[in-house]
C-alpha cells in the first residue's frame, strides 16, 4: 500500500523519518512517497487533505482535526525551549504590543503561542522562516518570531532577545511546549494507521541507535547548516515525547488547546484528537 507523506526539512524531521523513508527498516509492506517542505507549506497543504500522513504545528492541527488525527510518535516538544522573539536593538515585553513582528506563517505553533502571550500584538507580517532574521536586521520589521536553527545562530548575527516563549510556556503552564506533530487522515484503515505509528517509532529508534546513518540525508536538506548545528538541533526536538507522547505530552498538547480555546483563536475541536 502506498501512502503519500509530508515533512520538514528540518534537520529533527529527516533525523526521523530516514529510515522510515529509505529502506532502513521493515516498513511491511507500505511504501511511502514522500514530499518535503516547509513546515507553513505543509500546514497549508494539510488545510485541503492532500497528504495522507503529514507533519504539521499544533496550532494549525487545530484547523484540521476533523480530518485527521495525531500519531502518537514523530512530535517536537519540549521544556524551556521554543520561539524566540528577537529584535536589532532593544526592546523590552511591555512594548512589544506597539512594534511590527514577522512571524514565520499564521498557523504556526509560533504564532500561536504570540497570541497567547501577547494577545495585543496585531502588527504581524508572515516571512519564510530562513528570512526572518534578515528582515529584523534590515530594519524592515522591528521584531522577527524565529523558529528551528535560527535560535542556535541570531545571537552571531547582532540580534537580541526579547523573549523566549518556549520559556513563558513552561512558566505559564509547567508543562512541555508543543511545537508540531504528525498528523494522519482519519479515513486511513485504523490497522494502518497504527502500523504507521509503530514504524515510525521504529525509526526514530533506528536513529536514536545509529545517529551518523541519517548525516546524509539530513545534510541533503540542510546545506547552509553546520554540523553541530544540526546536532544542536536534533538533540533539542528529537527526546522521550518523539518516540512516544505518553500521557505527559498529551496533556500538554491538551492545555495549549485549552489556553487557546479561551482566547477564541482556535476553532472547537473533535473529542478525539489522538490515535488510539
Request: glycine share 2%.
Given at each position: 500500500?502506498?501512502?503519500?507523506?509530508?515533512?520538514?526539512?528540518?534537520?529533527?524531521?529527516?533525523?526521523?523519518?530516514?529510515?522510515?523513508?529509505?529502506?532502513?527498516?521493515?516498513t511491511h509492506g507500505l511504501v511511502f512517497e514522500s514530499h518535503l517542505a516547509d513546515v507553513e507549506e505543509l500546514n497549508r497543504t494539510a488545510f485541503n487533505a492532500v497528504a495522507d500522513i503529514t507533519k504539521i504545528s499544533y496550532h494549525a492541527f487545530a484547523f484540521i482535526a476533523d480530518n485527521y488525527l495525531l500519531l502518537t510518535a514523530g512530535s517536537a516538544l519540549g521544556f524551556n525551549n521554543g520561539p524566540l522573539l528577537v529584535s536589532s536593538k532593544k526592546i523590552y515585553p511591555d512594548e512589544v504590543n506597539d512594534i511590527s513582528i514577522a512571524i514565520p506563517g499564521k498557523f504556526t505553533t509560533a504564532n500561536l503561542l504570540m497570541s497567547i502571550a501577547w494577545p495585543g500584538a496585531q502588527n504581524r507580517h508572515e516571512y519564510l522562516f530562513s528570512d526572518i532574521e534578515d528582515v529584523v536586521l534590515d530594519g524592515e520589521m522591528d521584531a522577527g518570531l524565529i523558529i528551528?536553527?535560527?535560535?542556535?545562530?541570531y545571537e552571531d548575527r547582532g540580534l537580541k532577545k526579547i523573549s523566549d516563549l518556549g520559556e513563558y510556556w513552561t512558566e505559564l503552564t509547567g508543562e512541555a511546549i508543543p511545537l508540531g506533530g504528525i498528523a494522519i487522515r482519519r479515513d486511513i484503515p485504523k490497522e494502518i494507521a497504527l502500523k504507521v505509528n509503530r514504524l515510525l517509532q521504529k525509526s526514530i529508534g533506528y536513529a536514536l541507535q545509529n545517529p551518523e546513518s541519517s548525516y546524509d540525508y539530513v545534510k541533503k536538506y540542510a546545506v547552509t547548516m553546520e554540523r553541530e548545528v544540526m546536532k544542536k538541533h536534533i538533540?533539542?526536538?528529537?527526546?522521550?515525547y518523539t518516540l512516544d507522547l505518553g500521557e505527559r505530552g498529551k496533556a500538554a498538547i491538551n492545555r495549549l488547546y485549552d489556553e487557546a480555546s479561551e482566547r477564541a483563536v482556535i476553532p472547537e475541536l473533535p473529542e478525539q484528537v489522538f490515535i488510539t
Open positions: 500500500m502506498k501512502l503519500t507523506l509530508g515533512f520538514s526539512t528540518c534537520p529533527n524531521d529527516t533525523f526521523i523519518f530516514d529510515a522510515m523513508v529509505n529502506n532502513k527498516i521493515d528551528h536553527e535560527n535560535r542556535f545562530t538533540a533539542l526536538y528529537v527526546n522521550d
